[in-house]
């Protein structure tokens, strides 16, 4: 993929990719164009060159509304819940282009983050930021995708909390579901990955399993401070 | 005692069924002016000719349907022409949304661009309202015109002050909670209302989750204008119609909208209530309550009135200017449904 926001490219033949029931994790230091990536998968920035290839089709043309039909999910970095919604409504919005019965998935949410089950009705803008990022990793869960799309999860929130969340991520990516995610604690992120891209200046600058990354001198050095 | 209660009866019949009247209608236009804040992200300066073009219709219906002989009696006959009124309201509005503001949106202008787009159509509407109808009084009242007479009730009392309730401000009352039940219950549990909520809240989020934009835009212009029409009507019906008066009315629904927290459908109701209070108290002349409940032989010689009602709309911008300083967000914090 190459492409960026304006005439400039950010990334530069960068190519990421994940398979069924794993996890690939995107690394690299800032400004490298990880967030830049995840959006050009999803559609929302237009590409110069290059394709994305989802379950053998090509949907490099399709808008972000047509990939969610199609089973990706994305979990933006930011403002990623309805804050005057309560939680079963994000959740329910996250279903909304189900016609069938969602109870199965809304169970399947709150089995995988209790604690939403308890706060199901409470706004999504009143709970902490872990809380809030279980809402909306719970809420891209609800379309049923076969690959979810995380942008740093686990931003803002404290080391406890992003294990739990590493370990639901884990758990997620058991039930079948591809993950492809941007994350900002690389090495924790890499331990957990089947595979992982190190991405430089809109380059792939590394490429291989997670493991392989982490026993990697160089990629130690430069990203994972020593 | 007598006196506390022909204080309390004269302030009912002159203060507080006016206001509740007076401020189910500003509330409902406010509804109107939040839902197209919340959703469409503009303040909409061509509401208050939506209201108008909304009560032309259902006056121009009723004039057909008591020409054709149809009645409710005791009931206004515009209630049932109001229906005809939302139908061609809704298509009109439509038509603006696709030739005016749509072209707008997919270029994605900012929101001063939309407030002067709505200015221009405001205008048009406005002209085109007083086209066809004329810039004239209209009355279009018909069915019984009270509820209750003030005759009546000072018999069944023995009180020396009467209370009244004009049929126009009991069907104002009455319909402006339906309304409000019926959209509250819209935005919470249905489908399509949680997604326009959703929509308002986040709309990239709302994007991501599949809601389609466009259906989104299409509800709301067709509340907003079953909103306005209903407004408008019963405005007319209560006062009388005429065309400049509903540009007059902007600045009051506004200050509702902004006082209660624009794009925040409870505070506009509030707000609606605030200002239509707040200008009735301030332009209220107390003589007669003080008369009542200061002891005997006690001589007033002023009206005891703070404000001319000319300055009625004076207590409006005031309250605006007031909140804006103190509270830009309004009482309670707008920008999402």
Known sequence: MTGGYGAADILHDCTIGVEKGQIAVVVGPNGAGKSTAMKAVFGMLPLRSGQVIFNGEDVTQLKPEDRVL?????????????????????LEMGAFIRTDDITDSLNQVYDLFPVLKEKRKQPAGQLSGGQRQQVAVGRALMTQPKVLMLDEPTAGVSPIVMDELFDRIIEIARMGVA??????????????????????????????????????QEVRRAFLGG | MTDLLNAIVLLSNFLIIPGLSYGSQLALGALGVTLVYGVLRFSNFGHGETMSFGAMVTILTTWGLQSIGVSIHPLPTALIAIPVGIIVTIFFTLLIDQTVYKYHRTRKA?????????????????????????????????????????????????????????????????????IVAGLFWFLNHTRTGKSMRAYSDNENLALLSGINPRKVVLVTWILVATLAT??????????????????????????????????????????????????????FAYKKVVLYLAPEGTTVDSLIQLLGTNYKIAVSFIILVIVLIIRPTGIFQGKTL
């Open chain 1, 70 to 90: 199609r089973g990706m999910s994305f979990v933006p970095q930011n403002q990623n819940v309805f804050t005057s919604m309560s939680v079963e409504e994000n």
């Open chain 2, 230 to 283: 209903i407004a408008g009507t019963l405005y007319g019906l209560d006062k009388s119609f005429k065309p400049f008066v509903y540009m007059q009315l902007l600045l009051p629904i506004f200050a509702s909208a902004i006082v209660g927290g624009v794009g925040n459908p409870v505070g506009a109701i509030v707000g609606g209530y605030v200002i239509a209070f707040s200008e009735l108290i301030m332009t």
């Open chain 1, 179 to 216: 993950i492809l995610m941007v994350e900002q604690n690389a090495k924790q992120a890499l331990e957990i990955a089947d595979k992982g891209f190190v991405l430089v200046q809109g380059h792939n600058k590394f490429t291989n399993s997670g493991k392989a990354l982490l026993a990697n």
């Open chain 2, 110 to 178: 900012n929101p001063v661009t939309f407030l002067i787009v709505s200015i221009g159509v405001m205008f048009f509407m406005g002209g085109l309202i007083r086209f066809i109808i004329g810039p004239g009084d209209q009355i279009f009242f018909d069915g019984t015109r009270f509820i209750l007479k003030a005759k009546e009730f000072k018999e069944l009392t023995g009180l020396d002050e009467g209370l009244s309730l004009k049929m126009t401000q009991g069907v104002t009352i009455i319909t402006a909670i339906i």
